[in-house]
């Protein structure tokens, strides 16, 4: 268990990493994006900038996976899954012609959705626990409204999307501290309800 434990702890650190990068990325090169001469630069930076977190992320969350091994199936197929969506977004976002920071917010809020799925999935299982099961509800509510954001937010000028990640990242960060130092996480792979 304490394996476990520390398996998840080294993805969120690494994604805690990744997204407080990407906010100080973004606040050093936001006053770029007002200089319409700068903008397209400044936006193909950000465009770039997620994607190598993306692929980043899920490598590590490939390789997580393979650490999890068949003795925990539901880990193993969750990461694998995760780490080729978030590979997959890294190279379309790499590879692909139409590079816009509109596109950028599609493809992240997918990833939103899916985090604020997680957590009110866990909230179900916190019964025992008030206040962890109410700050999950309420984190994974934000999370989906954030995802719906970033949907809405696709149709945006290149600076407030930019702005918007922006957000969206510290909001995530601000969610994600306090799992990184929860003592005990539960183990999902006792729960006998379907993913």
């Known amino acids: 268990m304490h394996y476990e434990l520390r398996l998840h702890r080294l993805l969120l650190s690494i994604l805690i990493t990744l997204l407080t990068i990407f906010v100080f990325f973004l606040f050093y090169i936001g006053s770029n994006i007002a200089d319409e001469r700068i903008e397209a630069?400044?936006?193909?930076?950000?465009?770039?900038?997620?994607?190598?977190?993306?692929?980043?992320?899920?490598?590590?969350?490939?390789?997580?996976?393979?650490y999890f091994g068949f003795k925990h199936p539901r880990e193993l197929f969750s990461?694998?899954?995760?780490?080729?969506?978030?590979?997959?977004?890294?190279?379309?976002?790499?590879?692909?012609?139409?590079?816009?920071?509109?596109?950028?917010?599609?493809?992240?809020?997918?990833?939103?959705?899916?985090?604020?799925?997680a957590e009110l999935r866990i909230a179900q299982y916190m019964d025992k626990h008030p206040k962890q099961r109410g700050a999950l509800i309420l984190c994974g509510t934000c999370e989906l409204l954030l995802g719906a954001a970033l949907i809405w937010g696709s149709r945006l000028s290149n600076g407030h999307v930019a702005t918007l990640l922006g957000y969206v990242a510290l909001l995530t960060?601000?969610?994600?501290?306090p799992l990184l130092f929860y003592k005990r996480i539960p183990d999902l792979t006792r729960l006998e309800a379907p993913l």
């Not at 960060?173 to 501290?177: H, M």
């Open 173 to 177: 960060i601000l969610q994600l501290l």
């Open 41 to 66: 630069t400044a936006s193909l930076a950000i465009v770039l900038a997620v994607a190598t977190a993306f692929a980043y992320m899920g490598t590590a969350e490939g390789i997580v996976a393979l």
């Open 79 to 117: 990461y694998l899954l995760l780490g080729l969506l978030s590979v997959s977004a890294g190279l379309y976002l790499a590879l692909s012609r139409d590079q816009s920071l509109q596109i950028v917010a599609l493809i992240v809020a997918p990833h939103a959705f899916l985090f604020g799925l």
